[in-house]
Every structure is written in C-alpha cells, then in structure tokens.
C-alpha cells in the first residue's frame, strides 16, 4: 500500500514520522490519535506555495472543524494561517493559538445573538448566510459602535462529485444564498451604516478528488464579482472555501495536490479580476487536505471472533471516528504490530460500541490477528477527534502531536470523573 512519506515500515511495525506506533500505543494506552504536526505544516506550505506562486496575495484559512486541536491550530498560527471558524468555540481557539483575527472569518448558517456579538467584539469578519442575518449583525453593531466587515456566502448551484451529506453548495443546499439574489443582497448590506461588506465566500463541497468543480465555483464568483464591483462594492478579498479531498483509497483513489488546484483554479480566478480592475485577496479554506493524512488513530485488538465471518473486536469505534458509520467513508488500516506479515486473513474490524453500525473498516485482508494486537486507522486527522462524543458513556481518548523525533501529549484522555463531572442532580434528586 502506498504511504505518505511520514509514514513507514521499520522490523515489522508502523512507523509515523520515525517514531513507532506501538511503543507509542504502549506508552499513551490506546485508543490513541497520533498525529504529525510536520506533515499539517508541510501541507499548509505547500498550498501557500503553490497559490502565492501564481498570485499575490493570498491567505490559507484553515477550517478549523477539521481538528479543533489547539497546538495543531498554534502550529498553524505560527506560519501565519488564518481560520474558517464555525462557532465561537471555534472563534476562541483560534484566537488563543495566535491567529490574527483580521485573517478570521466566522461562518455558519445558524449564527447566535451571542455569535454574532463575539465577532463583533474580536473584529472578526462574518460570511452571512441570509438577510435576516445581516439585520441581526447591523443591529448587534451598531449596538456596539461598530463597523463589522462581511462577506455573503454565495451559494453557487454545483453539483460535485463526492458524498450527498458532504456537498454543500448545491442550489438544495442549506448554506447561502442563491448567487442570482447575490446582488441584491448586497445592495442590502450597502445600505446598512455598520456593515462593510468587503468580501464573498463560497464553499462547494469536501472530499472532492477532482478540479474541475472549483474552476466552475471560481467562474460563479468572478461573475458575482464583475457584478458587485459594478455596483460599487470594494471586494478586499474573495474566498474560494475549502473541499480539497484526500486518497482514501492509497492505491487507487486520484491524489490532487495544492499544487493541481492552483495551477487549474488561480488563472480563472486571476484573469476575472483583472477583468474588473480590482486585486483582492484571494482566500482558501482548506480543511481535510491540510489535517487528514497527518494522523493515524490506533486501537487496540481485544478480541477476535469467528461467525459468519472473522471479526476484530477492537477499543475505538464510532465514538472516536464516525467517518466510516455516518459516510459509508473508506480508512486503510495497517496492523502496527505486524506491519508487513502476509495479508492472509479477511476481518472486519468493529468497535466497540453497541450499533451494528460501529464498524470501522469491513472485509479487510489483514495478517492472522490475536487480542493485543494494535491496529492503525489511516487518514484519521480530519473529522475524526472532531466529531468524536462520549457515546455508550466512553471517555475519548488521548491526542498525541509529534514534531521530528519529538512527542507529547496535545490532548489528554477523558476519564470517567470528567462524564461524571457535568452531571447535575436535578432539585427533586437532592
Ligand atoms: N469551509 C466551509 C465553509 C466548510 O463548510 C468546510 C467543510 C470547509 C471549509 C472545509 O472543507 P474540507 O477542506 O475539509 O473539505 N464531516 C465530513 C466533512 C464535512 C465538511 C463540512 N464543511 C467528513 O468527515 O467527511
């Protein structure tokens, strides 16, 4: 199976940026998330590259739902990334691992009064999703004394290629506003003495393996921008959202590179706005393809079963990575322990949840596997500790960072007294 170069084969075992996943397993307990903060940064440089070679100025935000882990986010901040942050939980980490809020943009389709005011307070840029929205935000503003910078995000009717749940600017979708009513939107926000709209937005989708759907997303935005620069708009920058997909599938799945993305999605980008005049920023928001293959998710084998098939019992299931329940998604998995045995033996491997569902990589051809053995989950850095829950009352597990022959703690585990701690009795218990 092909890897990506911070992982290898060393006298049988998993290695992830040289260091080995069993001895880690061994010594952080498993479950366990491993991640390479070396691999997120190269990542990171490498879309900074292959954009800022073709334009001038541009700025990475990293969606910040990916992995909202604090020292991956610092690692990021301290190359000068930016943050598409979708709460205000997302808004406060970025802001404490020492992202520059003028390169924040806070967005979501169902903000709250108090979302909307915490923008405000930290200057943050606000993509709108509806006019309702806009009012809302005008008023918190003026409240506030305040001119809030925005953009709409534009919903711009593509149809991608990858799963429904995870195609987000379909002219169905709930995000954004028709690009047709973009115009007028605008209009709208122009009118509004606390609003400076600045910028447009749009995100099309995630695990999107091929190019073509983002040249079309570019085209809809400069023609949306031809349109509101004609209407007086200053666009200080436009932001092309994320949804650059990772090769779930090592051996089979097409493997876009930041680089194929520029050199397809930044002339079109490029000749439309020369076309108007104008040189606004151009802003990416990439999520999985920074995050997803830094980090592998080990879990333990505590038993194997022989039915109507071969089972692998093992200690993470749907708690800790959902992607495989809730999309049907792809992970390759590599046995940690017996990383180049004979792949002999088919298993499913299932966690330890109570849903038949809770099956994190079936029909898998694996070496012949004992209770013990550890078993890497690929490609677990994007949505996978992010969507984690406490499900079947689990505490989630630990979260390890390694930087070059470095390693430590980025997140402890959970313990049951942390379940425990957010119970309350209600008055009639007391
Ligand atoms: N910007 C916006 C506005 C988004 O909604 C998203 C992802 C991104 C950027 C980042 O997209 P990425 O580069 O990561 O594809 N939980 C799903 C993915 C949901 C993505 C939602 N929006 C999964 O596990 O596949």
């Not at 882990?69 to 610092?74: E, G, K, T, W």
């Not at 690009?179 to 709209?197: D, F, G, T, V």
């Amino acid at each position: 199976m092909k890897l990506a170069h911070h992982l290898s084969i060393k006298n049988g075992h998993l290695l992830i940026n040289g260091q080995d996943c069993v001895a880690l397993a061994e010594k952080y307990g498993t479950p366990l998330y491993v991640t390479s903060e070396d691999r997120v940064v190269e990542q990171f440089e490498s879309y900074k590259k292959a954009l800022g070679a073709r334009y001038q100025k541009v700025q990475v935000l990293f969606a910040a739902k990916a992995n909202g882990n604090l020292a991956l986010m610092r690692a990021l901040a301290e190359r000068g990334a930016g943050a598409d942050v979708f709460s205000s939980g997302e808004l406060y980490l970025a802001l404490e691992a020492g992202m520059a809020p003028e390169r924040l943009l806070f967005n979501g389709s169902s903000k709250t009064p108090a979302d909307l005011k915490l923008a405000v307070e930290k200057g943050v840029k606000v993509s709108l999703d509806s006019l309702d929205e806009l009012h809302q935000l005008e008023a918190v503003a003026a409240a506030a004394g305040k001119t809030v910078k925005v953009s709409f995000r534009v919903n711009p009717a593509l149809e991608v290629p990858t799963h429904p749940k995870i195609a987000t600017g379909l002219a169905t979708s709930k995000f954004g506003i028709p690009h047709r009513e973009i115009p007028a939107a605008y209009r709208e926000a122009l009118a509004c003495r606390h609003i400076q709209p600045v910028g447009i937005h749009c995100h099309i989708g995630s695990q999107i393996l091929d190019i073509e759907p983002f040249v079309r997303a570019a085209e809809v935005m400069v023609r949306v921008a031809k349109e509101l620069t004609g209407m007086g708009v200053k666009l200080e920058f436009m932001d092309l959202g994320g949804g650059l997909g990772i090769p779930y599938h090592h051996d089979t799945d097409p493997a876009p590179t930041a680089e194929d993305y520029a050199a397809k999605v930044v002339p079109v980008f490029k000749a439309g706005v020369e076309a108007c005049g104008i040189t606004p920023e151009l802003w990416v928001e990439p999520g999985r393809s920074l995050v997803a293959d830094s980090t592998v998710l080990l879990t333990r084998v505590n038993s194997t079963k022989k039915a109507h098939k071969r089972f692998a019992n093992v200690d993470a299931g749907f708690n800790l990575l959902i992607r495989p329940a809730m999309y049907d998604s792809y992970h390759e998995v590599i046995v940690a322990n017996k990383a180049d045995a004979p792949l002999d033996t088919e298993y499913t491997v299932t966690g330890p949840i109570c849903e038949t569902g809770d099956i994190l990589a079936p029909d898998r051809k694996l070496p012949e596997l004992a209770a013990g053995d550890i078993i890497a989950v690929l490609d677990a850095g994007a949505y996978g500790y992010a969507m984690a829950s406490q499900y079947n009352s689990r505490p989630r597990c630990p979260e390890v960072l390694i930087r070059g022959t470095q390693a430590g703690l980025m997140r402890r585990g959970e313990s049951l007294s942390d379940i425990r701690a957010a119970m309350e009795r209600p008055p009639w218990q007391l």
